[in-house]
């Protein structure tokens, strides 16, 4: 440092005179930062989670998953849809992203200088690029406050707090004032070149040391520099242990994440159904090392950030399921090394498992795509596979539909007859392979078998056959087997997805019709994933009917001066991201104030069927049901509307207590028929 002064500084910066007898210390601490880093990720990720992935799959690349990446890890767009911490996130995220950039170029400048002779960064360009920094600086600042403030006055429920979570924040707020002090002085000793509103950072902290000796501040200078080194690059070297890693994770996680983007949510097929039973294996996940490497990977890019626990309708209603904690001792356990052990029942309780309703809001707000309900569909297969931790309810499920075609055990004839009556008044035809329609209707098990959900799919026919459509059923209809998927039955599925298949291929039409969002998804997703693809369009009634609506071929009435909520099921919603066409159907009668109730669309709250809940029950803690037609009451409305048979049954047991009617969608568009 010997000749160094203010005067000898210049208007460029003064960091590299005052430091530049410490450059081996930066090359020295990264390359054991690097190391150190790689090392760790090697033990702690790479062995647990890659190990036996191919190097060809793991750099494939797909268009579709970069755009996915970009929007959830640059744009923040899950992040952001809890907007506290979603704020606080993005701040911290860009504030250090921007800087990471802003010492790259300070060290091409620097470099540009002992190769070329010049700088990179002059005159206007560099104030712009100091008030670009201090901006960043600032921002991260207000970030890290944030996320500290809403751990300590634990703004978000059920949030795991721990000592490493706050010493994250402190370390990342210390880099950042260092940074400061560091900007200070440079601003110090350039103070005749520098405007302060280019530097406004600089210009604040500068005040700190104005009386200072020179000396004093060099050795300031060169103290602090060698801290805020050590500390960024021993962030780096410990980072595979610390919750920072989960930039890179989770970016992992979501680019690799098996849910496709027209769907929020989606079951996985299992591979080679028929050669594991033919096998005498178990299908599912028994066993830890059972698990994929993509679910190994949802475990390990959890953040603990509460959204899945407090979003999960079975832990509000008081079971024992919450999906942050299951993730977080799967993830445990892996790491642990039981990899050969039993899950169930030592590690995860069955009840866990079967208290899930699979209503995907887990998997649909989660910021780094985690697929909770897969892992419950796995752990439910197994026991299914090797019926071991089955509740008797959940077996009768599977057997009814063996033994008569649906869930309840009702006599098929009864659904037969149903079905003729609807032919006999010339709402459909029945079906035959001679001729071809422009709809099929499926009805589904719950309409076959409910009074008044039959009622709703008359009303639907009536307006259908009074366009002109030609619509028809089959009289031997059966499960769609939805239900038996859902509760761990695959097998059961794959037979009767084949038969559903095999049947209707049989037939000719344009559209497959279902108001069954259940038998919606499993028409449209689930039987093309095992290769049952139907050469017709599937459409739920709230499509169609939104459509002739536009179209003006059907012309809503009126209905006096009624308040009307609405509740988005879950596989309609989240499932198919269909969240308008209900309610443009709803806003478009004479007279109906539609109120949303405040958990809608993507976080609307379950009715508490889905998964096979609708067949049996957890007695444990409050109905998930009457939670959310206390939420619906809340709102004023006298009528709950809804788009699903599921839904409609479990909101509809509740009802009376409110003093609410339950209707389909339909009925409320029959209700202003009759008005005209």
Same mark, same amino acid.
């Given at each position: ?151 300590? =006055? ?16 402190i370390i990342l707020l210390i880099i950042l004032l260092t940074g400061l002090i560091l900007d200070g002085i440079n601003y110090l000793y350039n103070r005749s070149d520098w405007s302060p509103i280019y530097n406004p950072g600089g210009y604040l902290f500068s005040l700190l040391f104005k009386d200072l000796d020179e000396n004093v501040i060099i050795m300031i200078y060169r103290s602090t520099w060698i801290l805020h080194l050590s500390i960024v690059m021993t962030v780096i070297a410990i ?27 989606? =079951? ?140 309840? &055990? ?70 769609? &087997? ?79 001066? $009624? ?27 004479? &007279? ?16 508490? &069927? ?5 067949? =049996? ?42 003093? $609410? ?16």
């Amino acid at each position: 440092m010997e000749g160094f002064s203010m005067q000898t500084c210049g208007s460029s910066f003064c960091h590299y005179f005052l430091t530049e007898d410490l450059k081996p210390l930066v090359y020295i601490e990264m390359i054991l930062a690097l190391a150190t880093a790689f090392y760790l990720f090697y033990i702690k990720y790479y062995i647990k989670i890659f190990n036996n992935v191919s190097l060809k799959m793991l750099l494939k690349i797909d268009l579709e998953r970069i755009k996915r990446l970009l929007s959830i890890v640059f744009l923040q767009k899950r992040i952001l849809r809890d907007m506290l911490p979603g704020s606080a996130h993005l701040m911290i995220f860009y504030s250090f992203l921007i800087l990471f950039i802003a010492t790259l170029i300070r060290a091409i400048d620097n470099y540009s200088v002992e190769i070329l002779g010049t700088h990179v960064l002059y005159g206007l360009s560099y104030e712009f690029f100091k008030l670009t920094i201090d901006l960043a600086t600032f921002i991260g600042i207000i970030g890290v406050g944030v996320a500290y403030y809403r751990r300590v =006055f634990k703004l978000t429920k059920d949030l795991p707090d721990t000592p490493e979570d706050r010493a994250v924040l402190i370390i990342l707020l210390i880099i950042l004032l260092t940074g400061l002090i560091l900007d200070g002085i440079n601003y110090l000793y350039n103070r005749s070149d520098w405007s302060p509103i280019y530097n406004p950072g600089g210009y604040l902290f500068s005040l700190l040391f104005k009386d200072l000796d020179e000396n004093v501040i060099i050795m300031i200078y060169r103290s602090t520099w060698i801290l805020h080194l050590s500390i960024v690059m021993t962030v780096i070297a410990i980072s595979p242990l610390t919750k920072l890693f989960h930039l890179i994770i989770s970016s992992l996680n979501a680019y690799y994440s098996e849910n496709v983007p027209k769907i929020e949510v989606s =079951f996985r097929k299992v591979e080679n159904i028929e050669k594991i039973v033919e096998e005498g294996r178990y299908i599912g996940v028994k066993k830890f090392k059972d698990l994929t490497w993509l679910q190994r990977l949802n475990y390990f890019a959890c953040t603990k950030c509460a959204r899945c626990h407090n979003l999960c309708p079975a832990n509000i209603s008081g079971k024992i399921l919450s999906p942050m904690n299951l993730v977080i001792d799967m993830r445990s356990h892996i790491e642990k090394n039981n990899l050969d052990q039993d899950i169930m029942p030592l590690y995860i309780q069955p009840e866990t498992v079967w208290s899930c309703v699979t209503c995907g809001a887990c998997v649909a707000n989660c910021p780094v795509m985690i697929d909770h309900v897969n892992t419950i569909a796995d752990l439910r297969r197994a026991m299914f596979s090797t019926g071991e931790n089955i509740p008797d309810e959940v077996l009768s499920i599977s057997y009814n539909i063996m033994r008569t075609g649906n869930p309840y &055990g009702y006599n098929p004839v009864e659904r037969e007859e149903w079905v003729r009556s609807l032919i006999s008044k010339g709402l459909v035809k029945q079906a035959s392979t001679e001729d071809e329609y422009d709809i099929l209707f499926w009805a589904g098990c719950n309409i076959a078998y409910d009074d008044e959900l039959r009622k709703a799919a008359e009303a639907l026919l009536e307006i259908l056959r009074d366009t002109g459509l030609k619509i028809a059923m089959l009289t031997d209809e059966t499960c769609c &087997g939805e239900p038996a998927r859902r509760i761990g039955d695959e097998l059961s599925f794959w037979e009767i997805a084949r038969n559903n298949y095999e049947k209707l291929s049989q037939y000719r039409f344009k559209r497959l019709l279902i108001m069954c969002p259940h038998g919606y998804t499993v028409f449209k997703h689930e039987y093309p994933a095992l290769g049952f693809k139907i050469n017709a369009e599937i459409i739920h009634h709230s499509m169609i009917l939104r459509e002739l609506i536009e179209k003006g071929v059907v012309k809503p009435g009126s209905i006096d001066n $009624i308040i009307v909520t609405y509740h988005d099921p879950c596989y309609l919603g989240r499932w198919n991201k269909i969240y308008e066409e209900p309610r443009d159907i709803i806003k478009s009668i004479e &007279g109906v104030k539609f109120i949303d109730m405040p958990r809608n669309r993507e976080r609307s709250f379950c009715c508490g &069927g889905g998964g096979g809940h609708l067949y =049996f029950e957890i007695k444990r803690g409050v109905r998930i049901s009457k939670l959310r037609v206390e939420e619906a009451s809340k709102t004023g409305a006298k009528i709950l509307v809804t788009a699903c048979p599921y839904c409609n049954l479990m909101l509809r047991a509740e009802a009376r207590e409110y003093n $609410i009617e339950v209707i389909d969608l339909v009925m409320l568009l029959k209700k202003s028929f009759e008005r005209k």
